[in-house]
Structures are given as structure tokens and as C-alpha cells.
């Protein structure tokens, strides 16, 4: 950690001193390569870490850039007064645009961003009042502290600013609440959604976020140049700065930044070199960009900046000190009915998945729900959940209506869940995965994690991350990746993520799926012991062993309909169970 830090600072003064050092002509370079870092690093954020491919991030570039210089040059404003003109002029596109695209999925959302990237450009190229493809000239340079930045030598000084402040509030998100839910919605909104957060709003403010950074970088671009032309706000450009943060590690801040600074340098290089070698003049770069982009892709897909990661010295553990514990909720009296789903139906066009199924769940008791594949046991699942809602029926949990509440809003009631198909961050600790599940007991949003002012509440989610890890038995690598664990594990993990929420009802889905005999049992022992220490549990399970062993009762379905409930011991004797599951054996209680 130590160590990590000193290279960091030297990193820092090497920065601070190459505008001094550097040749004038290189200075310029290196202007241009802090501009375009700041880009990149909004465009890790919103692809390397969201997953939201952006083609489009030079033309909110050129909104900042073409801001300020109309307004320096046409109305006399302060070039400080015109950042700030970019700032909204390209908060407001970006989010209308946002609130168009957004919600897209697949590649409908790249191809809007090659859609509005265009559309941008040949605004810029077509408007007269904006220069017009020529652009436009004179921009004043910007002063600071009565210091006018016209050498490209203290100008440097006012990018590399620029840039550590965005690098840096971008690593204060990543570390934060609000980054743990944005690295969830990589995986698609099912996980995030079920941990409270609002995925559409979420994936807005990063978009807006990406797009503003950019347009600061428009902005020193403009003042820098002293003239704007839509050039460097095409779609090129934007495909670009994709390459950027491809080849340097999309998924890391400093990635970015090395992604800039290598393609900057070899484009400078091959500029000159390509058309000696080949004897005729072109953008021969861009081919090499290309080949280079694809061989990324092949042999390190994650980029450079993870193979650089290799052999630096890791990050050490770091916990903050704990000031107050998170405010908890009140529990059920053992026995009061906490769950009711009443006469639920739900319809899938012509096929009735749930049909007319009632049970009811009393707090401190396990309840499984089995039932052969297709009865309709996941589809009741989601029901409860606030994934998929009822066609008709109600559902009704701790005497409120959650009928037609979503995943969120559920979850925020007190009913938290684990997936049938494990959904972690491979490359996160257990305690940062564990922490998601506290999603819903944070409140610091976008900025205050941007400016770290959430500390006091990240140090409350970690400490409570770590008890629920310790009683889970997980404590011990809680700084371990979860990527490294075993599948028994990874379960596990994920009802310590699921009771940082501090559930009153834990819902699991098929917990058992693909463990060995062993992890088995100690599922069921951490189960019996939740059980014991108050949590209500609701399983969907195939495994009859572990659920005959386990649960206090059980609903039983077939064909979308609830054939028994019972103790275990009744189920195992119902005729009707034993014809529906008719070539499985329902086994007797083991000891
Ligand atoms: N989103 C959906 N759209 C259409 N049909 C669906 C959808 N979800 C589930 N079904 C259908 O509803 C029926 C019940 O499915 P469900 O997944 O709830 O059963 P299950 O008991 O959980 O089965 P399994 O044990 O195999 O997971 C199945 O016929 C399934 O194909």
C-alpha cells in the first residue's frame, strides 16, 4: 500500500514536471493527451464499468468546445463564465438524449450514439452562426488568478488539473455506493434492481456524467487551440477515444488514461513515420489503430492496464473506522403472518404459469417451495420479488400491499434474495460485493460519491458487510476476490450480501444448485442457523434432501398450482406429492 502510494506520487511529480522539461512541441502533445484523458475517463465509466457503448463522447466534447467559444468570442463572456455555459448546455442534450436511448438494450444503444455522434458533427459543420465546417477562430485564452494561460507550458498545468480531479473523482465513485451499483448493471438491471437501485436513473446520471467530462475537455481543447472546426468532434474522433479506453483498460480509471496517452503518442509517431514508409500521404494511423484494437482484443482483452496492475504492489486492505452502526429495522414477533400471497395468477400470453396459488409465510419459520421443473415455483419467486407481477391475486407482505410495488421498492420493505444463477463482481472483494447488498440502507448519490463525502456512511456499510461475513464464516477472506471461490461459496457470499440489507424476509433461489455434498451441509447448517437467530426464510428448491432437512413447512406446486402444504413429514406421506413426483424418490428425514 505503502509502496503503491510513493509510485503514485512519483507518477504525480514526473506529470508536474514534464511541462517544464519537455521540448515545446511535445508540451503540446502532452496538452492534447490530458484532454483526451479526460474523456477517456468518462467513457470508462460509462462503457468499461456500466457496459453502455458510447461512440458518441467527442460530440459532447464539441458541445463544451463550441459553448465556450461562441460565447468568448461572439458575447465577450469570461472563458470560466463559458465552462460553465458547456456544462449545462451539454448536461441538458445529454440528458434529454439519455432519456431517449437509454432505455435500449443490446446494440440499439450504440447505434443511437453513432446516430446522435453524426447528427452532432454536421450541426457543428452546418450551422453558420458556429463557423460552419471552417469553425471558428480568436477564442481568448482562459486566465487563472490573473495568470493568462496562452504557453502551452502553463497551460499543461491547468489540463494536468483538470485531469486529476476527474481521475480522482472518478476513483472516489468507483469506490463508493453509487460505483458498486454501477459495476452491478454490468450484469443487466436483475441484480441492481433487486438491491434497491433505480437502474434507469442510475444509468442516466453516468451517462450525463461521461458527457460532462467530455465537454470539459471541450472547453481546454477550445482554449487551448485558440480556434474550434468540427473535426475533432466526429464520429471518428468518438471511435477513437472507444479505442482509447480498449487498449488501455476500459474497466480501470488509469487505464484510460494510459489508453490516451498511448494512441496519442503512436499516432504522432506513425503520422510521421506511414507515409515515409509507404510513400504516399494518408491516415495510415487509423489502420494501425485498428490492427491494434483487434490484437488488444485477442491477447488482453481487459486492455493493458490490468497486465500493468500484475506488478505494481497490490492495495492493502483498508478499513475505515466505524463511528456509528447503520439504523436497523424492527423485527416480527416470531410466528405473525409476514408473507400472504393471495390467489396469485400469472399469465404468460396463452400459458398460466401460477394459477390461483395461496400460502402464507409466519416470521422465524423456513419455508421451501418445490414442486417438478415448470411448476411454476421461479415464476412465483419473481411475484414476491418484484420482478414479474401478479396477472391477479395479491401479494401482501408485513400487512402492506406489494401487488404491483417493483423489485426496489420491495426490497426496501425488507425482503432481500440470492439468484439461482450466482450474480457476484468476480473482481471485487467479498466485502465490496457483500457491501452491495447495503445498497439500500446508503444515501449518498453520484456527487457526494465524486467528492468522497460519503465516508462516514461507507465506513457503516463495511463494518456491517463484515459482520454479516463473519456470520456467515466468510470473515476471513473478506479481502479475497470473489472470483477465487469455490461455487458453495459463492452462495454463501450471497446470503451475506443479502443480509446486509437486514432483511425481515430472505428469499433464496435454488441455494443448493451445483454444490457438492459438503458445501451442502454447510448450507444447511448457516440456514438453520439464520433460521434460529430470527431470519424468515422462503426457498425455491430442488434438492428434497436439503429441503426435507431444512425447512419448518413446505408448498408444494405442479402445473402452476399449489398441490400441498404441510410439514415435511405430511408432504413426505400426500399421495398426490408422490404421484407428481412420480420416479423420485421423496426421501425420509436423515438424522
Ligand atoms: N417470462 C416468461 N415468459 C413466458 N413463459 C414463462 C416465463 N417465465 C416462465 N415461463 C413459463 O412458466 C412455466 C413455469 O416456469 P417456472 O420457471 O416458474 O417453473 P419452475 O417451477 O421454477 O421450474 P424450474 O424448476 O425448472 O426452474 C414454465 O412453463 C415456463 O416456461
Known sequence: MRLRFLLALLAGLVALALPLVLPLFQVTLLVNI??????????????????????GQAAFMGLGAYTTAVLTTGAGWNPWLG?????????????????MTLRMQGHYLPLATIAWGMSLYYVFGNTPALGGFTGLTNIPPISVFGLTLTSPRTFAYLALVCLGLTAIGAQFLLSSRVG???????????????????????????FVLAALMASLAGWLYAHSQRFVNPTPFSLQAGIEYLFMAVVGGSGHVWGGVLGAGLITLLREWLRDLLPVLIGAQGNFEVIVFGVLVILTLQFARRGLWPLAERVLPQEGARLLPERARLPERSRPAPGTPLLKVEHAVKQFGGLRAVNDVSFE????EILGLIGPNGAGKSTVFNLVTGVNPATSGRVVFAGRDITRLNAGQIHRLGVARTFQHVHLLPDLTLLANTMMGGYARGRAGLIASLLHLE???????????????????????????????????????????????DPTLLLLDEPAAGLRY???????????????????????EHDMDLVMNLVDRLVVM??????????????RRNPAVREAYLGVDVPGEVA
Open 361 to 364: 409465510l409466519r416470521a422465524g
Open 83 to 99: 465552462l460553465l455555459a458547456g456544462f449545462g448546455v451539454t448536461a441538458l442534450i445529454a440528458w434529454l438524449l439519455g432519456l
Open 455 to 501: 465516508r462516514a456512511e461507507e465506513a457503516a456499510l463495511q463494518h456491517e458487510a463484515l459482520r454479516q461475513l463473519r456470520r456467515v464464516g466468510l470473515e476471513d477472506q473478506a479481502f479475497a476476490l470473489a472470483g477465487n471461490l469455490a461455487l458453495g461459496q459463492q452462495r454463501i457470499l450471497e446470503v451475506a450480501r443479502a443480509l446486509v440489507a
Open 180 to 206: 458498486r451499483a454501477m459495476r452491478a448493471l454490468r450484469g443487466g438491471p436483475l441484480v441492481a434492481e433487486a438491491f434497491g437501485v433505480n437502474t434507469f436513473r442510475l444509468r442516466v446520471e453516468v
Open 34 to 55: 490530458l484532454i483526451f484523458a479526460i474523456v477517456v475517463t468518462g467513457l470508462v465509466l460509462l462503457t468499461g464499468i456500466v457496459g453502455l457503448t458510447s461512440f
Open 518 to 540: 459438503g458445501e451442502k451441509m454447510e448450507l444447511v447448517a448457516l440456514l438453520r442457523r439464520l433460521r434460529d437467530e430470527g431470519v424468515t426464510i422462503l426457498l425455491v
Open 558 to 571: 405442479n402445473y402452476g398450482e399449489k398441490l400441498a402444504e404441510g410439514t415435511p413429514a405430511e408432504i
